[in-house]
T-cell receptor, first 112, second 114 residues
Framework: GQQLNQSPQSMFIQEGEDVSMNCTSS?????WLWYKQDPGEGPVLLIA?????ELTSNGRLTAQFGITRKDSFLNISASIPSDVGIYFC????????????FGTGTKLQVIP | SAVISQKPSRDICQRGTSLTIQCQVD?????MFWYRQQPGQSLTLIAT?????????ESGFVIDKFPISRPNLTFSTLTVSNMSPEDSSIYLC???????????FGSGTRLTVV
């Protein structure tokens, strides 16, 4: 099935630094979702975006729904060790059949 | 959001056998889905579990290999049949109560086939 291209694939950052990751698609979506997955757990929803151009924050996390509807961005400010994990973007086109397509994931490592 | 209980959390199975995974939700949900996550990979949708009718399978997944049941609005099972080592993955149940509630995931079933 289709997957969204997510970058970077992995990153190592120092504690306190800001992080940016993005997700692009050849198809348009009308909902973008950002998840975090810890080892041995299922993905946990961080932010949901429902409108092109929308900018939404959840604590230190900020995500944007690209104006073309084909991309989305996630920023994490002032990273902390518990930010470690894999971040997945996901797109949904609810045209009668709701199906979520997941990105390839960004593995984040935070160096204390 | 809904709370999902998925069982078993992990299992080691012999090739050629079958394993049934259960997904129990603490509230009625509109839609239930089953995903597979192969080691180090992203999530791939296997099928949408439909209440009272046959599941809707994605390309590359068939009912004979992954039979799914959904007898009511809070429960579903996924069976991995005639397993081979290539079936070793994490299998995840996901539900939604409507678009504005997002999609919630269970903690997954880590399956190893030997």
């Amino acid at each position: 099935g289709q997957q969204l291209n997510q970058s970077p694939q992995s990153m190592f950052i120092q504690e306190g630094e800001d992080v940016s990751m993005n997700c692009t698609s050849s198809s348009i979506f009308n909902t973008w979702l950002w998840y975090k997955q810890d080892p041995g757990e299922g993905p946990v929803l961080l932010i949901a975006l429902y409108k092109a151009g929308e900018l939404t924050s959840n604590g230190r996390l900020t995500a944007q729904f690209g104006i073309t509807r084909k991309d989305s961005f996630l920023n994490i400010s002032a990273s902390i060790p518990s930010d470690v994990g894999i971040y997945f973007c996901a797109g949904l086109y609810s045209g009668g059949y709701q199906k979520v397509t997941f990105g390839t994931g960004t593995k984040l490592q935070v160096i204390p | 959001s809904a709370v999902i209980s998925q069982k078993p959390s992990r299992d080691i199975c012999q090739r050629g056998t079958s394993l049934t995974i259960q997904c129990q939700v603490d509230s009625q949900v509109t839609m239930m889905f089953w995903y597979r996550q192969q080691p180090g990979q992203s999530l791939t949708l296997i099928a949408t579990a439909n209440q009272g009718s046959e599941a809707t399978y994605e390309s590359g997944f068939v009912i004979d290999k992954f039979p799914i049941s959904r007898p009511n609005l809070t429960f579903s099972t996924l069976t991995v049949s005639n397993m081979s080592p290539e079936d070793s993955s994490i299998y995840l149940c996901s539900v939604t109560q409507g678009l504005t509630y997002g999609y919630t995931f269970g903690s997954g079933t880590r399956l190893t086939v030997v």
